[in-house]
Structure formats: structure tokens, C-alpha cells
């Protein structure tokens, strides 16, 4: 696939798409579970250091999403999600199969791999990367 205008729209798109999913679920657990529930369910499926990762995940969720959205340093923020889904699937979900409505791994399977390959190609001439000096390289 060429460098042309409709690889930079499908950046676009998916990048908002995936960086909404994120800020939403970043929130949720900022607002809605608290942190101190997500520390008690990541203290609950024995994930590392719940206390730190707690802060760690929805802050990445909330704010990582936002920056998918904007595309800025986006080959950074993408992996990092990419990992905090690695985490989740390992931790949570591989366990349950396959499908989300039976606690499986389809959503953070998704996003995990939409963000690998947004970070892997950059985030496209419509986004912060390209317009800020010094940034562009990530497009």
C-alpha cells in the first residue's frame, strides 16, 4: 500500500476508533470502579504490583487514548497499549475463549493488535506526529 490519501484517512479512523474504545475504558475505570476497585480486581487475578499498575492502566487507557485520538507519539502510546492488552489477555481473559459476552479475549485481542499496527505504521499525515516539528517522523 502506497503513501497516498486513503492510508492516511484509515490511520485516522482507526486511531479515533481505537483511541475512543480506550478513553472510554480508561474513564470507566477512573470514574466507575475507582481505583481502588481496580486495585481490589488486579489484587483478585494476581497481577503484578496492583497498587502501581492500577494507576498505570487507566491512566494509559484514559490518557494513551486521547493521544491515539490526536496522534502524537503514537508508535510509543500504541505499544504500550499493545502491552497493557497482552496483560489483559493473559490475565483476565484467555481463559474465558473467545467471545466478550462470555468474559473472553475478542475486544482486548482487537485493540491489542490495532495498536501494534498503528504504532508499527505510524500515525498518518492527519494527526499531531506530522504537523509538530520534530514529531513527523512518527507519521
Partial sequence: MGTGWHRDIALLIARVGIGVIFVAHGWQKLNESTIEGVQAFFTSINAP??????????????????????????????????????????????????????????????????SLLIAACGAGAISLDRMLPGLSRFS
Fill in 49 to 114: 504490583l496492583p497498587e502501581i499498575t492500577a494507576y498505570v492502566v487507566t491512566y494509559l487507557e484514559l490518557v494513551g487514548g486521547a493521544m491515539l485520538i490526536i496522534g502524537v507519539l503514537t508508535p510509543l502510546v500504541g505499544f504500550l497499549l499493545f502491552c497493557n492488552m497482552v496483560g489483559a489477555f493473559v490475565l483476565v481473559h484467555v481463559e474465558h475463549g473467545v467471545f466478550v459476552e462470555d468474559g473472553g479475549f475478542e475486544l482486548v485481542l482487537a485493540l491489542g493488535v490495532g
